[in-house]
């Protein structure tokens, strides 16, 4: 049975810091690109980061620097740290496992990707 599970979530004010983190069961990312997602209501999902099979990292345009995906050795946890936070950062986070680079860049580009699996998401306020 597989299961992402995001953690991390939160309420913060504008030009602070939140780590989410990811972990993975039934999967490792070592046969999966992971990835996190953001989506707020009313909005299409929008892809902020992945981190490709050999560890490539991808980023989205709106990003600007101040994320920072990243993987534990086992490949078993994911996590995004988010510094500076913004306003417009306010979303529910999903982590997703993407099926390969394709999907890796294509969502962080803006393109709707089909992931092979979601987590349930975790809410970010930024005030």
């Known amino acids: 049975h597989v299961q992402l599970v995001e953690s991390g979530g939160g309420s913060v004010q504008a030009g602070g810091s939140l780590r989410l983190s990811c972990t993975a069961s039934?999967?490792?990312?070592?046969?999966?690109?992971g990835a996190w997602f953001r989506q707020t209501p009313g909005k299409d999902r929008e892809g902020v980061a992945a981190i490709e099979m050999d560890g490539t990292l991808h980023y989205g345009y709106s990003i600007e620097g101040r994320f920072t995906i990243s993987q534990d050795g086992a490949k078993q946890n994911l996590y995004l740290q988010m510094n500076a936070l913004q306003a417009e950062d306010t979303a529910m986070y999903y982590c997703?496992?993407?099926?390969?680079?394709?999907?890796?860049?294509?969502?962080?580009?803006?393109?709707?990707?089909?992931?092979?699996?979601w987590g349930q998401g975790t809410q970010v306020t930024v005030s």
């Open positions: 039934g999967l490792t990312f070592a046969t999966y690109a």
């Open positions: 997703a496992a993407l099926y390969d680079r394709r999907d890796c860049y294509a969502a962080t580009r803006g393109h709707a990707v089909t992931a092979a699996y």
